[in-house]
């Protein structure tokens, strides 16, 4: 009944009692007589005082920890909470569609030029602790996330892939939120990574890395409580402090390359850099007759003299960029045309009239301004 969080203080109504402290109980408005006991709300983190009586006699608010003595809120996966808290969840069906397409949104605003989270595929919907818990712990094929405030289930279907998210039920909406963008980024990692990628991240990684975005978007949103709540629960194993850091210092591109293209299975404190340590896959080119010389026009045409910025231009939620003779995404990887060889470049970035390009067989990086005028 709450005993094992709360600190007793035991002072008998005849022992000195600091200014500072109630002469009644907050919750219930008693006078105390004999002992009083006090612990941290674990919302405001305010030391509360209670009584005796409220202790006992009372469900525990799975939101603040204390007692829910005053019309208490019981769902039906066993939780209680407390008037305060029942007011400041997500409860309603519609309500939490409506957060998880603005985080969405809000996430596609924040990483424009790095990734497109999937949409039209993505299904939301809420599940109590139980459900919730008997989904995470049944299938053995996703990743799932070990404090269950989500979970994501993604398959390859003949039309396709389909991602179906699940987000615990009355969750304050910071906390429903990062949980969205934790799953959003799922989602994306099992249609971006190749199935050997996949079986080489450690599970940490992964998890770290669906944190980071969560982070990303608390930090976007001012959200400071939320961000110390993300570091401070250890299930990543110090993967999501390592990825704070290497986004810090490198990029979030860097960050998107490690996890689709390195090296290496984990971030290492010690190698922080080996987040550039990557090997991007040789694109397959189709099958062509080696012997043109009986074709009109067989040799290719040479290119320009040098990489040089065409244009940019802006689809949904995308940017894209012309250099030379092709057409780039952020994070795409493809040969161009220079001169009469093949160059092959990966767009980093892009930006409002220039673009950030590395030559990946050197490391070097450049940025390419359009001409003036356009």
Not at 116 to 143: C, G, H
Not at 292 to 305: D, F, Q, R, Y
Request: glycine share 6%; charged share 25%; proline share 5%.
């Amino acid at each position: 009944m709450g005993l094992g969080f709360l600190l007793i203080l035991a002072l008998s109504s005849s022992a000195p009692v600091n200014a500072e402290t109630p002469k009644s109980c907050e919750l219930c408005g008693k006078p105390f007589v004999g002992r009083f006991y006090h612990t941290l709300d674990r919302v405001t983190h305010a030391k509360v005082f209670l009584c005796d009586t409220c202790l006992s006699n009372s469900d525990n608010c799975f939101m603040c920890g204390l007692p829910a003595i005053i019309d208490p809120l019981k769902l039906p996966d066993g939780r209680v909470l407390c008037s305060r808290d029942a007011k400041k969840v997500v409860l309603d069906e519609t309500k939490a569609k409506e957060i998880a397409e603005e985080v969405r949104d809000t996430l596609e605003r924040l990483f424009s030029r790095f990734l497109s989270l999937p949409s039209t595929n993505v299904s939301i919907s809420m599940a109590d602790r139980v459900s919730l818990y008997q989904e995470s712990v049944v299938s053995t094929t996703n990743f799932e996330c070990p404090d269950v405030l989500g979970y994501t289930r993604s398959k390859r279907t003949p039309t396709g892939m389909t991602h179906s998210i699940s987000i615990m039920s009355a969750q304050r909406e910071p906390v429903f939120k990062a949980t969205c963008a934790h799953e959003y980024a799922h989602a994306w990692l099992f249609e971006a990574l190749s199935a050997a990628r996949t079986r080489a991240l450690d599970r940490d990684a992964v998890e770290g890395f669906c944190e980071l975005v969560a982070w990303l978007l608390m930090d976007s949103l001012g959200e400071e409580e939320q961000k110390s709540k993300i570091l401070r629960n250890n299930y990543t194993r110090g993967q999501i402090d390592l990825f704070i850091a290497a986004e810090r210092t490198y990029g979030f591109s860097d960050i998107l390359d490690w996890m689709r293209w390195g090296l290496n299975g984990h971030l290492r404190e010690a190698d922080l850099g080996d987040v550039r340590n990557i090997e991007i896959p040789a694109r397959k080119t189709p099958n062509v007759p080696t012997d043109l010389s009986h074709l009109p026009n067989a040799t290719e045409p040479p290119g320009p003299s040098t990489l040089i910025l065409k244009s940019i231009s802006s689809g949904r939620n995308q940017a894209f960029a012309i250099i030379n003779n092709q057409t780039f995404a952020p994070g795409e990887t493809a040969k161009v045309r220079v001169g009469s060889t093949n160059v092959l470049v990966r767009c980093l970035s892009i930006r409002k009239g220039s673009v950030r390009i590395q030559i990946p067989g050197s490391g070097k990086e450049l940025e390419l301004n359009l001409p003036s005028g356009k």
